[in-house]
């Protein structure tokens, strides 16, 4: 039965990697991704990101912490410390799957060298970090029982699902993997030199970049040749020792998600409906926060937990009219009605506010990879799960909050999610900063962002626990408005209830099915 197994497992391991590279060398399709300069950038950010997290591993806690014997059990804090390690590679390793799903499949699709080249680069690149990373865990891993155990058990507070180590080990050891490396560093070197004989001006910077990813693919390409052979013996073992339909199942749908399977939904293919966000809106005031989440999306880079993103709501004009322009307290601060305040301190945003987008009243404020923006109830609600709160505070305090966020517009993008700088903003930095008052002012929300990676910040996740751990209680700041459920059996959303909206934040990150 062993020896069945191991040939099942390795047979359907060779039929995969066929289907890869079939899918691989696909004709060119049309309206193939196309990497532009600002994917290109973003993936420098999440490559530092994995320099960081490595430079984590060179600090004497945590190289205490894996100097533990493979004896007894962790402690609190050394579980702790390595789920909060853990967590932060699964960010990346998601983003680098996403990336590398984006862009390496159709990259020969574009016909211009230039285009072909960049995306070729991001996509590829992507895998070669994903293998390094994945590569240097088994590496640090290695003979220890007591941290392979608790890397595969569930861990709800940092955002980690079961046996997500073995589900690195399984897709480390595949041969699409190695020959992935194989075929895009022969692919990258092809096209590189194709693009440098054109003799047209050639951006130095870009070939500079190209140049640094052939090399680092080549050492990364290297690194797996050495430990390829144990690799694959350990997912052998893992594959053997467990269930077949436990563990192929999910590896197959892990392979089918990377091609573009089904459930890798385009953005019009949200779970919630509009319909559904246009029922929510009525019961919706300025001030409120959202909270989305949107399945299998980049979005979901670098922060733990369920859910990845928030907004600060802020309605239409009349919507803000109907809720300040009278209110007394918010009229003998600003002299007059609000809107007024609004149109005149920034009278350019207030244009572009009051005139919509494509025929959709604007009715948010979020930070985006474009930076910080307003957005329709579509884009910003039309997700796959979101959850409304309203803050337990004076209208003129959700004025003053709706006023700094309007300050916030047009700023870029925090990709290093640092709460200690205002220059560049992430997306529950928008929510918290607008919800920063001055003691002059009134009141702020108590939501204290917390150290992750060596950053303070502030993940959307915790604003939903803060919720559920004061609700009934006398320090509650936050009242429940609205839950949108996803069900990704059904391909659809419910009405949540406040129970569920409460529990969502001990959800597993990347364990979409939901009973």
Not at 126 to 135: D, I, P
Not at 312 to 326: N, P, V
Not at 441 to 470: A, H, N
């Given at each position: 039965m062993v020896a069945y197994r191991r040939e099942v497992a390795l047979r359907l391991s060779a039929l995969i990697a066929a289907?890869?590279?079939?899918?691989?060398?696909?004709?060119?399709?049309?309206?193939?991704?196309?990497?532009?300069?600002g994917d290109a950038k973003a993936m420098g950010?999440?490559?530092?990101?994995?320099?960081?997290?490595?430079e984590q591993f060179q600090t004497p806690a945590v190289k205490q912490l894996f100097a533990h014997k493979d004896e007894g059990f962790l402690s609190a804090d050394e579980r702790d410390q390595l789920y909060k390690l853990w967590a932060a590679w699964l960010d990346q390793d998601y983003a680098y799957r996403s990336f590398r799903k984006r862009f390496l499949r159709h990259w020969q699709s574009h016909s211009e060298i230039d285009a072909r080249v960049r995306t070729l680069v991001v996509g590829f690149a992507a895998h070669a970090a994903l293998v390094r990373g994945s590569l240097g865990?088994?590496?640090?891993?290695?003979?220890?029982?007591?941290?392979e155990?608790?890397?595969?058990?569930?861990?709800p507070e940092h955002g980690t699902a079961a046996g997500q180590f073995d589900r690195l080990r399984l897709m480390t050891a595949l041969p699409h993997t190695a020959v992935a490396l194989e075929v895009g560093l022969r692919s990258l070197r092809n096209q590189t030199a194709r693009m440098l004989?054109?003799?047209?001006?050639?951006?130095?910077?870009?070939?500079?970049?190209?140049?640094?990813?052939i090399a680092f693919a080549e050492q990364t390409q290297a690194m797996y040749e050495r430990r390829g052979a144990q690799v694959l013996k350990d997912?052998?073992?893992?594959?053997?020792?467990?269930?077949?339909?436990?563990?192929?199942?999910?590896?197959?749908?892990?392979?089918?998600?990377?091609?573009?399977?089904?459930?890798?939904?385009?953005?019009?293919?949200?779970?919630?409906?509009?319909?559904?966000?246009?029922?929510?809106?009525?019961?919706?005031?300025?001030?409120?926060?959202?909270?989305?989440?949107?399945?299998?999306?980049?979005?979901?880079?670098?922060?733990?937990?369920?859910?990845?993103?928030?907004?600060?709501?802020?309605?239409?004009?009349?919507?803000?009219?109907?809720?300040?322009?009278?209110?007394p307290s918010v009229l003998k601060a600003y002299g007059g009605?609000?809107?007024?305040?609004?149109?005149?301190?920034?009278?350019?945003?207030?244009?572009?506010?009051?005139?919509?987008?494509?025929?959709?009243?604007l009715r948010i404020v979020e930070a985006v990879s474009e930076g910080v923006q307003f957005s329709t109830a579509t884009h910003g609600m039309q997700a796959d799960y979101i959850g409304v709160m309203r803050p337990r505070l004076t209208a003129l305090e959700k004025a003053r909050a709706i006023e700094r966020a309007w300050g916030h517009l047009g700023k870029p993008y925090d990709f290093d999610f640092d709460f200690q700088t205002q220059a560049t903003l992430v997306c529950s930095e928008v929510v918290w900063a607008s919800y920063q008052a001055l003691a002059s002012e009134g009141s702020s929300l108590?939501?204290?962002?917390?150290?992750?990676?060596?950053?303070?910040?502030?993940?959307?996740t915790d604003i939903v626990k803060v919720f559920d751990e004061q609700l009934g209680k006398p320090e509650q700041q936050l009242d429940f408005v609205g839950f949108l459920d996803g069900r990704e059996d059904t391909k659809n959303a419910i009405d949540g209830t406040v129970a569920a909206f409460r529990a969502s934040w001990q959800r597993a990150k990347w364990d979409i099915s939901q009973d």
């Amino acid at each position: 039965m062993v020896a069945y197994r191991r040939e099942v497992a390795l047979r359907l391991s060779a039929l995969i990697a066929a289907v890869v590279l079939a899918a691989s060398c696909a004709d060119r399709v049309p309206n193939a991704p196309l990497a532009k300069p600002g994917d290109a950038k973003a993936m420098g950010q999440l490559l530092n990101g994995t320099k960081r997290l490595a430079e984590q591993f060179q600090t004497p806690a945590v190289k205490q912490l894996f100097a533990h014997k493979d004896e007894g059990f962790l402690s609190a804090d050394e579980r702790d410390q390595l789920y909060k390690l853990w967590a932060a590679w699964l960010d990346q390793d998601y983003a680098y799957r996403s990336f590398r799903k984006r862009f390496l499949r159709h990259w020969q699709s574009h016909s211009e060298i230039d285009a072909r080249v960049r995306t070729l680069v991001v996509g590829f690149a992507a895998h070669a970090a994903l293998v390094r990373g994945s590569l240097g865990w088994l590496e640090m891993i290695k003979g220890k029982a007591i941290f392979e155990k608790a890397l595969n058990e569930a861990s709800p507070e940092h955002g980690t699902a079961a046996g997500q180590f073995d589900r690195l080990r399984l897709m480390t050891a595949l041969p699409h993997t190695a020959v992935a490396l194989e075929v895009g560093l022969r692919s990258l070197r092809n096209q590189t030199a194709r693009m440098l004989a054109d003799e047209k001006p050639d951006d130095a910077k870009f070939i500079e970049a190209v140049q640094r990813t052939i090399a680092f693919a080549e050492q990364t390409q290297a690194m797996y040749e050495r430990r390829g052979a144990q690799v694959l013996k350990d997912a052998v073992e893992t594959v053997v020792f467990q269930e077949l339909d436990e563990v192929i199942s999910p590896l197959v749908t892990d392979i089918a998600l990377w091609m573009g399977d089904t459930r890798l939904r385009k953005d019009s293919a949200s779970l919630i409906a509009k319909a559904q966000v246009d029922a929510l809106l009525p019961k919706m005031q300025p001030g409120d926060l959202v909270v989305e989440r949107r399945n299998w999306y980049l979005s979901n880079l670098g922060l733990p937990g369920f859910w990845p993103h928030a907004e600060l709501y802020i309605g239409t004009d009349k919507d803000l009219a109907a809720a300040f322009d009278a209110d007394p307290s918010v009229l003998k601060a600003y002299g007059g009605p609000f809107t007024a305040h609004l149109q005149k301190a920034f009278a350019a945003r207030w244009k572009e506010y009051v005139a919509g987008h494509e025929g959709e009243a604007l009715r948010i404020v979020e930070a985006v990879s474009e930076g910080v923006q307003f957005s329709t109830a579509t884009h910003g609600m039309q997700a796959d799960y979101i959850g409304v709160m309203r803050p337990r505070l004076t209208a003129l305090e959700k004025a003053r909050a709706i006023e700094r966020a309007w300050g916030h517009l047009g700023k870029p993008y925090d990709f290093d999610f640092d709460f200690q700088t205002q220059a560049t903003l992430v997306c529950s930095e928008v929510v918290w900063a607008s919800y920063q008052a001055l003691a002059s002012e009134g009141s702020s929300l108590d939501l204290k962002p917390s150290e992750y990676m060596g950053r303070l910040t502030l993940p959307p996740t915790d604003i939903v626990k803060v919720f559920d751990e004061q609700l009934g209680k006398p320090e509650q700041q936050l009242d429940f408005v609205g839950f949108l459920d996803g069900r990704e059996d059904t391909k659809n959303a419910i009405d949540g209830t406040v129970a569920a909206f409460r529990a969502s934040w001990q959800r597993a990150k990347w364990d979409i099915s939901q009973d």
